[in-house]
Nanobody
Framework: QLHLVESGGGLVQSGGSLRLSCAAS????????IGWFRQAPGKELEGISC??????YYTDSMKGRFTMSRDNANDTVYLQMNSLKPEDTAVYYC???????????????????WGQGTQVTVSS
């Protein structure tokens, strides 16, 4: 059973940076698509980025400030967030799903394995 644990959230000033980590255990991430999502208070879950088949996809509004990377040796994925804004305040989640590959953009695909989330708060 795949288990995901996010870390790295916290309080940061506007314009600052954070790097979130998502550590996986219980399965080999090589066979999963994995993504980052966030949910702000009172808002719907929003896709940020995902990796599948060695390709990284981003929601258009997240391009440029957010960078997702993957460390296959340690089954960990990262989300580097720069130039943070107060509107980036949210709980950030990583999620994963076994994939046969070849399905293209993974942001809007199904994910059944979720971490507990990590809070990011950006002060103005």
């Amino acid at each position: 059973q795949l288990h995901l644990v996010e870390s790295g959230g916290g309080l940061v000033q506007s314009g600052g940076s954070l790097r979130l980590s998502c550590a996986a255990s219980g399965a080999n991430l090589d066979y999963y698509r994995i993504g980052w999502f966030r949910q702000a208070p009172g808002k719907e879950l929003e896709g940020i980025s995902c990796i599948t088949d060695g390709v990284t996809y981003y929601t258009d509004s997240m391009k440029g400030r957010f960078t997702m990377s993957r460390d296959n040796a340690n089954d960990t994925v990262y989300l580097q967030m720069n130039s943070l804004k107060p509107e980036d305040t949210a709980v950030y989640y990583c999620a994963a799903e076994p994939t046969p590959g070849g399905l293209g953009d993974c942001i809007h695909q199904t994910y059944n394995y979720w971490g507990q989330g990590t809070q990011v708060t950006v002060s103005s």
